[in-house]
């Protein structure tokens, strides 16, 4: 044979891989998850709040007469204050009061509910109470909050309360 006739065959190195390389993605997905894992137990869950600044306030013991309140006990039973008469109410009636007496402002800013909650009181039932309200047509809502009594005029703590008896 001469040196003309030699043929010259290219042959790949090695097979070709038809399957897909998971290793990568799998590498990717734990990476994200380790991030998401670590990064939502810092995200808050809050409801904005619009606190006012401090100031002296003179204390008034009662309610001004046009004054829309509800007020949520430890018991979970709640009273309306609509300016001239508080009075019980239940939650399935206190949409269609509120609604009633916020129909009666024309001005949206007049429509204005304050919700006060005793320390006992459930916390989700009182976030139902301002969605309520929102949903009955209240513009703003607002939350008020009782003194402390002042047991002592000099400025000591007040005592604690007395245990329960046995």
Do not use: H
């Not at 010259?8 to 190195?13: A, H, K, L, T």
């Not at 002296?56 to 007469?65: A, H, M």
């Not at 309306?80 to 939650?91: D, K, M």
């Amino acid at each position: 044979m001469s040196s003309r006739t030699k043929k010259f065959v290219i042959r790949p190195s090695s097979v070709m891989n038809s399957d897909i390389n998971v290793t990568p993605l799998v590498d990717v997905v734990l990476v994200l998850l380790i991030i998401f894992m670590v990064v939502t137990p810092l995200l808050e869950k809050d409801i904005a709040v619009r606190v006012p600044d401090t100031e002296k306030v003179e204390t008034t013991q009662e309610v001004p007469k046009d004054q829309l309140l509800v007020r949520v006990l430890t018991d979970g039973n709640l009273r309306l204050n609509t300016g001239e008469a508080e009075f019980p109410v239940t939650r399935e009636d206190l949409v269609a009061k509120l609604k009633e007496q916020l129909d009666r402002r024309r001005r949206e800013e007049d429509k204005v509910v304050f919700v006060v909650a005793e320390d006992g009181a459930n916390y989700g039932g009182v976030v139902s109470i301002l969605d309520v309200s929102k949903g009955a047509g209240a513009s703003v809502l607002g939350m008020m909050t009782e003194a402390p009594e002042e047991d002592s005029k000099d400025g000591a703590a007040p005592a604690p309360p007395p245990a329960p008896a046995p």
